[in-house]
């Protein structure tokens, strides 16, 4: 695996090297992975065919697992992933809506992510109650 690595930097370097600036050393980082938690207390409409599943999907197409990441993301906004729950046709109420990401409880405003960090939706905690 370390040969690997060693490998694909050599790869990056050379393809790297004629476009960088004489004195400008190369430095290459592995990207550091931040799983995102999201904890959801629902209430869905009584109809609603399988809302946990559709909910997953909605916040997958907006935090991709980290099989699918395939971008750096430079922040994370609650109100954004709030949105995508509460557009959901047969989501009627929020109860509880928190993320947690790099040990840290994010429960409003914008979580930035450190330099070279890739996000990625680790798992998703959902409660649901029938109206």
Not at 22 to 32: H, K, M, N, Y
Not at 58 to 67: D, G, I, K, N, V
Not at 87 to 93: E, G, P
């Amino acid at each position: 695996m370390k040969a690997d690595k060693k490998h694909v930097r050599k790869n990056i370097r050379s393809y790297i090297d004629p476009f960088r600036i004489l004195t400008a050393p190369v430095d290459i980082q592995s990207p550091e992975y931040f799983g995102v938690t999201v904890y959801l207390d629902l209430v869905v409409s009584r109809l609603a065919h399988n809302p946990e599943e559709r909910v997953r999907e909605a916040l997958c197409q907006e935090l991709p697992p980290a099989q699918q990441v395939s971008a750096f993301r430079s922040s994370l906004s609650y109100g954004e992933l709030y949105g995508v729950v509460a557009s959901l046709d047969f989501v009627r109420k929020i109860r509880r809506f928190s993320l947690e990401c790099g040990g840290q409880m994010i429960y409003s405003g914008i979580y930035r992510v450190p330099p070279g960090g890739i996000l990625y939706h680790k798992e998703s905690q959902i409660i649901f109650s029938r109206e």
